[in-house]
């Protein structure tokens, strides 16, 4: 077992360092197009471009929610949490699901009142620097999108994909900022706000998607059909394995618990049955890094 807990240590320290990286970029990146943005938006007049820097300068605060939520997660485990620490990666994503809601409804809220509340002559046509930014910020996000989500991927991490997705978010409210900043240069002030409330629902959208997931991983939700098949195939591959009673599993934030039990000759010595537990619990480790904990129970076969 001192073999496991080494090799799990390494692959915890690799994800810290991977999730620092990325954040570091992503705040580097954000603070640059957010000051980018706001100064366009001011000077070419545009409340689209405008909710589109605050938007970037949310995803600052997101980065450093991932930092200290990926540290935290990353602990080793301790009397009080003898299971872990990984779901505290988890109230990342949620912190981060709230800050992106906030977000999207102050944009929208700001995107109504300007379209119902607002005279004709109140709305401003945008100038032509908010379009240059507007273009220059859809590049920028969405490689940082791509970015992100390869490395969220890589080490599975909830925190750096919810991160991800903010940055696909603002990708998309940008294209939404250059259509309302095009619209309103072609006569039509109007849609400068609209593109605002747009940018709201695809924001509100992605906090969604990105607190579901992440309490989906806090309530201790099984894996799904196809993964707990290979690990009953990889059981029954052992040697002495005769059958699978009993398979359980549950997901704690990035990773999985398994609880199973199988059935071997009830005629062996106990020495036998237990290296036989020992074999399948090595096999399903080795082949399943996200496993990070294995309880084997073994049942006599009562037909051997």
Same mark, same amino acid.
């Given at each position: 077992?001192?073999?496991?807990?080494?090799?799990?240590?390494?692959?915890?320290?690799?994800?810290?360092?991977?999730?620092?990286?990325?954040?570091?970029?992503?705040?580097?990146?954000?603070?640059?197009?957010?000051?980018?943005?706001?100064?366009?938006?001011?000077?070419?007049?545009?409340?689209?471009?405008?909710?589109?820097?605050?938007?970037?300068?949310?995803?600052?605060?997101?980065?450093?929610?991932?930092?200290?939520?990926?540290?935290?997660?990353?602990?080793?485990?301790?009397?009080?949490?003898?299971?872990?620490?990984?779901?505290?990666?988890?109230?990342?994503?949620?912190?981060?699901?709230?800050?992106?809601?906030?977000?999207?409804?102050? %944009?929208?809220?700001? $995107? !109504?009142? #300007?379209?119902?509340?607002? =005279?004709?002559? &109140?709305? *401003?046509?945008?100038?032509? @620097?908010?379009?240059?930014?507007?273009?220059?910020?859809?590049?920028?996000?969405?490689?940082?999108?791509?970015?992100?989500?390869?490395?969220?991927?890589?080490?599975?991490?909830?925190?750096?994909?919810?991160?991800?997705?903010?940055?696909?978010?603002?990708?998309?409210?940008?294209?939404?900022?250059?259509?309302?900043?095009?619209?309103?240069?072609?006569?039509?002030?109007?849609?400068?706000?609209?593109?605002?409330?747009?940018?709201?629902?695809?924001?509100?959208?992605?906090?969604?998607? %990105?607190?579901?997931? $992440? !309490?989906? #991983?806090?309530?201790?939700? =099984?894996?799904? &059909?196809? *993964?707990?098949?290979?690990? @009953?195939?990889?059981?029954?591959?052992?040697?002495?394995?005769?059958?699978?009673?009993?398979?359980?599993?549950?997901?704690?934030?990035?990773?999985?618990?398994?609880?199973?039990?199988?059935?071997?000759?009830?005629?062996?010595?106990?020495?036998?049955?237990?290296?036989?537990?020992?074999?399948?619990?090595?096999?399903?480790?080795?082949?399943?890094?996200?496993?990070?904990?294995?309880?084997?129970?073994?049942?006599?076969?009562?037909?051997?």
């Amino acid at each position: 077992m001192d073999s496991a807990n080494k090799q799990f240590q390494t692959s915890a320290t690799d994800f810290e360092k991977v999730a620092y990286r990325v954040s570091i970029v992503s705040i580097i990146g954000n603070l640059l197009l957010s000051g980018l943005k706001f100064l366009a938006g001011i000077i070419a007049s545009s409340g689209a471009m405008i909710s589109d820097a605050v938007h970037s300068a949310s995803d600052v605060f997101s980065s450093i929610v991932v930092i200290i939520g990926v540290r935290l997660s990353t602990k080793d485990s301790d009397k009080e949490h003898p299971y872990g620490h990984e779901r505290l990666e988890c109230v990342a994503a949620i912190i981060l699901s709230t800050i992106l809601l906030f977000t999207g409804l102050a %944009i929208g809220y700001s $995107a !109504v009142e #300007k379209i119902f509340f607002s =005279s004709s002559n &109140d709305l *401003t046509i945008p100038g032509t @620097l908010a379009l240059v930014a507007a273009i220059l910020s859809i590049v920028c996000k969405e490689a940082m999108f791509w970015y992100t989500r390869i490395n969220a991927k890589r080490i599975d991490s909830s925190a750096l994909m919810a991160d991800a997705w903010h940055h696909r978010s603002d990708a998309l409210s940008s294209i939404g900022a250059l259509i309302g900043i095009a619209g309103a240069r072609l006569g039509f002030p109007v849609l400068d706000p609209i593109a605002s409330l747009v940018i709201c629902i695809f924001i509100v959208k992605a906090a969604y998607d %990105i607190f579901m997931d $992440a !309490v989906s #991983k806090m309530v201790d939700q =099984s894996c799904d &059909d196809a *993964t707990e098949q290979q690990f @009953l195939d990889c059981a029954l591959k052992q040697e002495g394995v005769l059958g699978v009673d009993l398979l359980r599993t549950r997901v704690f934030g990035s990773k999985i618990y398994v609880d199973i039990e199988i059935c071997a000759d009830g005629n062996k010595p106990l020495k036998e049955t237990h290296r036989i537990a020992e074999q399948v619990h090595t096999a399903i480790e080795q082949e399943f890094p996200k496993v990070k904990h294995i309880m084997v129970h073994v049942n006599p076969n009562e037909e051997a």
